[in-house]
């Protein structure tokens, strides 16, 4: 079935520093692929999406590249804040049954945490 | 646009009762999804409701159900509480629940089994 698979952490970075967080995954199809960003206490917020290969998504500084090619969807930010504290997840949509539909499928979460 | 409100957030219950958690979309969408987060298993997809009618189920037990009305408003229904059911449970909304379309989660409800 499909799955996505990132890397747990914890990571713990200094501010300004470059962030990456890896993902990849396993789907039939074309799925599309979201980072979505969990601040403590709080639901999950999109933080950026890209529906197609080659697809730029990027908000916020956070950047992400769908490359079919490796199966990735790797998140990264040029320099971090305290402030980006919080658990990331890579996610993808699966389809549903009968196919006209959509469900998430999320990777287990990468806790990052920016010290001063 | 006000975005997608859940209640109640915090809720303490013990094994054997049941409880009802309600979610409210963005106004416009018309598909809603229900997810349960915990520490060992992650974010777990439970079902799907579009329209009324549930399109899309995950994994779980018969003790879980949900319901949809027609102002596409949802509940969701689990009977039968066991320890284990202690969760976040977040609900999300989204257009039409296509490929492309973006889930719009709510801030969770937080059920306490004792």
């Known amino acids: 079935g499909d799955s996505v698979t990132q890397m747990e952490g914890p990571v713990t970075l200094s501010e300004e520093a470059f962030l990456t967080i890896n993902c990849t995954y396993t789907?039939?199809?074309?799925?599309?692929l979201f980072w979505y960003v969990q601040y403590p206490g709080e639901g999950l917020q999109l933080l950026l999406k890209?529906?197609?290969?080659?697809d730029k998504g990027s908000n916020k500084g956070f950047e992400a590249t769908y490359r079919k090619e490796t199966t990735s969807f790797h998140l990264e930010k040029g320099s971090v804040q305290v402030s980006d504290s919080a658990v990331y997840f890579c996610?993808?949509?699966?389809?549903?049954?009968?196919?006209?539909?959509?469900?998430?499928?999320f990777g287990k979460g990468t806790l990052l945490t920016v010290n001063p | 646009k006000a975005g997608v409100t859940q209640t109640p957030r915090y809720l303490i219950k013990t094994r054997g009762q049941q409880v009802t958690l309600s979610c409210s979309p963005i106004s416009g969408h018309r598909s809603v999804s229900w997810y349960q987060q915990t520490p060992g298993q992650g974010l777990q997809f439970l079902f799907e409701y579009f329209s009324e009618t549930q399109r899309n189920k995950g994994n779980f037990p018969g003790r879980f159900s949900g319901r949809q009305f027609s102002n596409s408003r949802s509940e969701m229904n689990v009977s039968t509480l066991e320890l284990g059911d202690s969760a976040l449970y977040l609900c999300a909304s989204s257009l039409a629940g296509g490929p492309r379309d973006t889930q719009y989660f709510g801030p969770g409800t937080r059920l306490t089994v004792l």
């Open positions: 996610a993808l949509s699966t389809p549903g049954r009968g196919g006209s539909n959509y469900k998430l499928t």
């Open positions: 789907a039939t199809g074309y799925p599309s």
């Open positions: 890209a529906t197609k290969a080659d």
